[in-house]
């Protein structure tokens, strides 16, 4: 009963917050802080502190009571713990101090040595030097003073109290523990985590006993060393325990409920757990890499969804790395090198298998050829797929994307033509591929892009191919020379006769455009309807919406500048489950908050904010929306302003991350 107040309570403060608490890398934070939650919290953590010691006080008395041969009763051990409210508050105070300085030595010697193992080790003496400290807990029961208790232990039987708590308070539960965790090792996903879930909860609770049977039992072997330890505290505060009353027992009405609460708890709390209350809360945020060079230049990523709805990112890197998360939130992932250096940013695209596909343009050192090859990258590593190259090109202004679509791949490119030295002229082609080798392949001609001016360096990506779900490809690409962007939609799945439609962007700074950062992304709604995102930092720091009227995008389509976002950031792109639009970037105006913006119409006329994370404004976004609805943002950036930058992996908990 002791047990309930501490283990319920944060609980009870994760859901009554929920809105308002972000889960970062696994430790809850409060988004906006106010002075009543941090006021809630401390209440909760010390009534969980409160609630611990009063278990093992109470339990302690209950041994002693046992080995005098005086009357069992629950409710007289916990009253004679409680009645002294004075000598309660003075282990509470003890408590903390004692845990906060053990934490603090752990994190300070865990930051400082490559090795945790030094950490570990020091926690642990001090921890055994702290055990004085609990025979102090179980002195509470016969009201003696914890100081003075812990004075005289230390006096006479310290090193016999090191050795009688040792195995029953700690090593035998941490034993249990980490055998639990052995176990749940060898059981398949996902039943190692429900089994470790439960099977480590209900031991910590049923062990509660055991420690307090320890401390008890410890006590009692003190009391009998004679005058030098406590018999002569006894005659201090007069020693009558032994014509000490049994007293008014509970009524059977109110006993009976309460003996099937303590026997349940276990289930209830494993119960409760299972509820995940992380879950109600309003986000998850967990770091899933670092840059190990250009800290303050992040790469270009993308976020895609496997089978499962677990995240997959790709790092474009001199090195790219993938990610493969182990759950929908990206708290356990794998991450492996690709041992290529891609001149333009390739093509990726998830198989139905799990694997990453990526295509990309490659050359040999000193070379001026480029070839768009093929790669395959799982967990275990990355290979190059067997076979002739997609495409060959003598420039280095060359492009991919990719596309899952229910027949295959869909892999559009857009590569140099010979004989256009003066005015640069580069081809846009899709090819539809029966299988995730593109072995088998047809490549449809979709148009031309004139003069098109990058610089390697920069992240143009100019092009962007999507599905309908019916499985037609879409290809967007923007032409920087001929100030337009064009939409080339297939009539059917094989794509036979795309039709082409290209429209004038708005007035731009034309070399500032031409050599800033660009991106181009493209998704279809529900019923076939393209729509278009171009982020230009150099058309007044703005994002565009491109929503057009129809499956191919005949008419002139509905521009809509979207100034709540800075376009550098490269917003990412996605639809909620009513094909409305969501972009993920960093807000314009105020500090640097990571913000959702929402359509909440088809005209993306009325829109809605949710700032998320407190960020470091570094990097770009991408957007992944799995089945479940929840968005899933990619950013790179600190959430501490402390900290130094990484990938993260941001997963909300409503569709559009409202608090």
Same mark, same amino acid.
């Given at each position: 009963?002791?047990? @309930?107040?501490?283990?319920?309570? =944060?609980?009870?403060?994760?859901?009554?917050?929920?809105?308002?608490?972000?889960?970062?890398?696994?430790?809850?934070?409060? @988004?906006?802080?106010?002075?009543?939650?941090?006021?809630?919290?401390?209440?909760?953590?010390?009534?969980?502190?409160?609630?611990?010691?009063?278990?093992? $006080?109470?339990?302690?008395?209950?041994?002693?009571?046992?080995?005098? +041969?005086?009357?069992?009763?629950?409710?007289?051990?916990?009253?004679?713990?409680? !009645?002294?409210?004075?000598?309660?508050?003075?282990?509470?105070?003890?408590?903390?101090?004692?845990?906060? /300085?053990?934490?603090?030595?752990?994190?300070?010697?865990?930051?400082?040595?490559?090795?945790?193992?030094?950490?570990?080790?020091? @926690?642990?003496?001090?921890?055994?030097?702290?055990?004085?400290?609990?025979?102090?807990?179980?002195?509470?029961?016969?009201?003696?003073?914890?100081?003075?208790?812990?004075?005289?232990?230390?006096?006479?039987?310290?090193?016999?109290?090191?050795?009688? #708590? $040792?195995?029953?308070?700690?090593?035998?539960?941490?034993?249990?523990?980490?055998?639990?965790?052995?176990?749940?090792?060898?059981?398949?996903?996902?039943?190692?985590?429900?089994?470790?879930?439960?099977?480590?909860?209900?031991?910590?609770?049923?062990?509660?006993? #055991?420690?307090?049977?320890?401390? +008890?039992?410890?006590?009692?072997?003190?009391?009998?060393?004679?005058?030098?330890?406590?018999?002569?505290?006894?005659?201090?505060?007069?020693?009558?325990?032994?014509?000490?009353?049994?007293?008014?027992?509970?009524?059977?009405?109110?006993?009976?409920? $309460?003996?099937?609460? /303590?026997?349940?708890?276990? +289930?209830l709390l494993h119960g409760a757990y299972a509820a995940e209350p992380l879950s109600w809360a309003r986000m998850a945020d967990n770091e899933i890499g670092v840059k190990e060079r250009d800290v303050d230049h992040p790469s270009r990523t993308e976020i895609m969804l496997g089978p499962g709805g677990k995240p997959v990112v790709f790092r474009d890197e001199r090195r790219p790395v993938v990610v493969f998360c182990g759950d929908d939130t990206c708290g356990d992932h794998v991450s492996v090198t690709l041992d290529e250096d891609f001149r333009t940013h390739p093509a990726t695209v998830v198989a139905p298998d799990g694997s990453l596909v990526v295509a990309g343009w490659?050359?040999?050192?000193?070379?001026? !050829?480029?070839?768009l090859v093929m790669f395959s990258c799982r967990p275990d590593g990355c290979v190059r797929r067997p076979g002739e190259p997609l495409k060959a090109t003598e420039s280095s202004d060359a492009r991919a994307a990719a596309v899952a679509t229910p027949h295959g791949l869909a892999i559009a490119w857009s590569a140099s033509l010979p004989g256009h030295d003066k005015k640069p002229l580069s081809r846009v082609e899709l090819a539809l591929c029966d299988d995730v080798a593109c072995a088998r392949r047809r490549v449809v001609p979709v148009g031309d892009i004139t003069d098109s001016f990058t610089l390697e360096d920069m992240d143009a990506r100019v092009l962007a191919v999507?599905?309908?779900?019916?499985?037609?490809?879409?290809?967007?690409?923007?032409? !920087?020379?001929?100030?337009?962007?064009?939409?080339?939609?297939?009539?059917?799945?094989?794509?036979?006769? =795309?039709?082409?439609?290209?429209?004038?962007?708005?007035?731009?700074?034309?070399?500032?455009?031409?050599?800033?950062?660009?991106?181009?992304?493209?998704?279809?709604?529900?019923?076939?309807? =393209?729509?278009?995102?171009?982020?230009?930092?150099?058309?007044?720091?703005?994002?565009?919406?491109?929503?057009?009227?129809?499956? $191919?995008?005949?008419?002139?389509?509905?521009?809509?500048?979207?100034?709540?976002?800075?376009?550098?950031?490269?917003?990412?792109?996605?639809?909620?489950?009513?094909?409305?639009?969501?972009?993920?970037?960093?807000?314009?105006?105020?500090?640097?908050?990571?913000?959702?913006?929402?359509?909440?119409?088809?005209?993306?006329?009325?829109?809605?904010?949710?700032?998320?994370?407190?960020?470091?404004?570094?990097?770009?976004?991408?957007?992944?929306? +799995?089945?479940?609805?929840?968005?899933?943002?990619?950013?790179?950036?600190?959430?501490?302003?402390?900290?130094?930058?990484?990938?993260?992996?941001?997963?909300?908990?409503?569709?559009?991350?409202?608090?």
């Amino acid at each position: 009963m002791t047990l @309930v107040p501490g283990l319920v309570a =944060p609980l009870a403060v994760l859901v009554a917050a929920g809105g308002r608490v972000a889960v970062v890398g696994g430790i809850p934070r409060f @988004v906006e802080s106010s002075p009543v939650f941090g006021v809630i919290l401390a209440v909760s953590a010390v009534t969980a502190i409160a609630s611990g010691l009063a278990a093992l $006080a109470s339990g302690a008395r209950l041994v002693l009571d046992f080995i005098d +041969g005086r009357p069992l009763s629950a409710r007289l051990a916990v009253t004679a713990a409680l !009645r002294r409210p004075r000598t309660f508050a003075m282990l509470v105070i003890l408590f903390v101090p004692a845990v906060v /300085v053990l934490v603090a030595i752990g994190a300070a010697l865990a930051a400082s040595a490559p090795s945790i193992v030094p950490a570990v080790v020091v @926690v642990t003496a001090v921890g055994v030097t702290m055990l004085p400290l609990m025979i102090a807990w179980a002195a509470l029961t016969d009201g003696v003073p914890p100081l003075r208790m812990t004075w005289r232990l230390i006096s006479r039987g310290y090193g016999e109290a090191v050795c009688m #708590l $040792a195995p029953g308070y700690l090593a035998v539960p941490v034993l249990l523990q980490l055998g639990l965790f052995a176990l749940g090792g060898l059981l398949p996903a996902p039943t190692d985590g429900l089994f470790r879930d439960a099977g480590r909860l209900t031991v910590a609770v049923l062990q509660a006993p #055991l420690q307090a049977a320890a401390l +008890g039992c410890c006590y009692a072997y003190l009391h009998r060393l004679g005058p030098a330890t406590v018999d002569d505290l006894d005659r201090e505060k007069g020693d009558d325990r032994g014509h000490e009353r049994v007293g008014w027992r509970w009524p059977p009405i109110i006993a009976w409920p $309460a003996v099937l609460l /303590v026997a349940l708890l276990p +289930g209830l709390l494993h119960g409760a757990y299972a509820a995940e209350p992380l879950s109600w809360a309003r986000m998850a945020d967990n770091e899933i890499g670092v840059k190990e060079r250009d800290v303050d230049h992040p790469s270009r990523t993308e976020i895609m969804l496997g089978p499962g709805g677990k995240p997959v990112v790709f790092r474009d890197e001199r090195r790219p790395v993938v990610v493969f998360c182990g759950d929908d939130t990206c708290g356990d992932h794998v991450s492996v090198t690709l041992d290529e250096d891609f001149r333009t940013h390739p093509a990726t695209v998830v198989a139905p298998d799990g694997s990453l596909v990526v295509a990309g343009w490659t050359s040999e050192i000193g070379a001026s !050829r480029m070839e768009l090859v093929m790669f395959s990258c799982r967990p275990d590593g990355c290979v190059r797929r067997p076979g002739e190259p997609l495409k060959a090109t003598e420039s280095s202004d060359a492009r991919a994307a990719a596309v899952a679509t229910p027949h295959g791949l869909a892999i559009a490119w857009s590569a140099s033509l010979p004989g256009h030295d003066k005015k640069p002229l580069s081809r846009v082609e899709l090819a539809l591929c029966d299988d995730v080798a593109c072995a088998r392949r047809r490549v449809v001609p979709v148009g031309d892009i004139t003069d098109s001016f990058t610089l390697e360096d920069m992240d143009a990506r100019v092009l962007a191919v999507a599905a309908s779900p019916d499985g037609r490809p879409v290809v967007a690409y923007t032409d !920087r020379g001929a100030h337009k962007i064009a939409v080339a939609s297939c009539e059917s799945t094989a794509c036979a006769h =795309p039709s082409i439609h290209a429209f004038d962007l708005p007035a731009l700074t034309r070399y500032t455009w031409l050599t800033s950062n660009l991106r181009t992304q493209v998704v279809v709604r529900p019923d076939g309807r =393209p729509v278009i995102v171009y982020s230009d930092p150099g058309d007044g720091h703005t994002s565009t919406i491109l929503l057009c009227s129809d499956p $191919a995008c005949s008419g002139t389509p509905r521009f809509v500048p979207v100034p709540e976002l800075v376009a550098v950031s490269a917003p990412g792109l996605a639809l909620d489950a009513h094909g409305l639009p969501l972009l993920a970037g960093y807000r314009r105006k105020g500090a640097a908050l990571i913000d959702l913006v929402a359509c909440e119409d088809q005209d993306c006329a009325r829109r809605s904010a949710s700032p998320l994370l407190p960020a470091g404004g570094v990097g770009q976004f991408d957007l992944a929306i +799995g089945s479940d609805q929840r968005p899933r943002i990619l950013w790179y950036g600190t959430a501490d302003p402390a900290g130094d930058n990484a990938y993260h992996l941001l997963t909300c908990a409503d569709p559009h991350c409202a608090p």
